[in-house]
């Protein structure tokens, strides 16, 4: 696939991010980024749902040098294929010669996206999305509990081995880590002293620096009259 460029349909401090992340890891700035509003209604826009009909973000719109043009969603799966396209950027353990670290990235990359993700979806669904008549007290506690019992101590224990989760390299992993680190300690969860040096290393890279200067546009409780609301559907 010979690629023209990249652009990223983007909310500030969301999963989005993460691949924003990675994009000036490997690019620097020479990317397109469009900010989505997910609050008034573009992700339920006629134009949006015709490339995306999970009306989700991140989207990543893939221009070949044809002409022709894909589209990716699912931050787990964007990361890994950049990180794999890009290998000489030494994001990402080779396939091939590498197979007992490539194990281990994989196994964490997934972790991270899919199970650490959930735990925390789940607490941000019912503390700052859903109506205050469907929120559950009972789900939130329980995802604070497995994340402090079970998820935080075994991203710890890691850390305290070595800098960064899979090793002493960085790699694409830490992106999708990174940013759930930053939104479980939102919810006072996450504060080892492992993972607090972790954050504070990572986020003085310069393509961190980039990826969250707009941090502070984000509004984490959605509004009961905006159109995200009045169509979530989970």
Partial sequence: MDIKK???YHYPLTRSSRVRWLLHEIFEDDFDLEVVNIYNGQLHSEKFISINPFHSIPLLEIEQNNGEVSYMIESGAIITFLADKYLEKNLAPHPILEIKKRLDYLQ???????MMDM???QIRMN???LPEYERSETIINRYKNKITSEIEPLIARRLEKHQYICGDDFYAVDCILGHNVMWARSYG???SSAIRSYLSKISKRPSFIKAFSDAKDFNAYVPIESMLSKN???
């Fill in 6 to 8: 990249f652009k990223l």
């Fill in 189 to 191: 969860l996450f504060t």
């Fill in 127 to 129: 503390i700052n999305i």
């Fill in 232 to 234: 979530f559907s989970g």
């Fill in 119 to 121: 735990s925390l979806w």
């Fill in 108 to 114: 964490m990359l997934h972790f991270c996206s899919t």
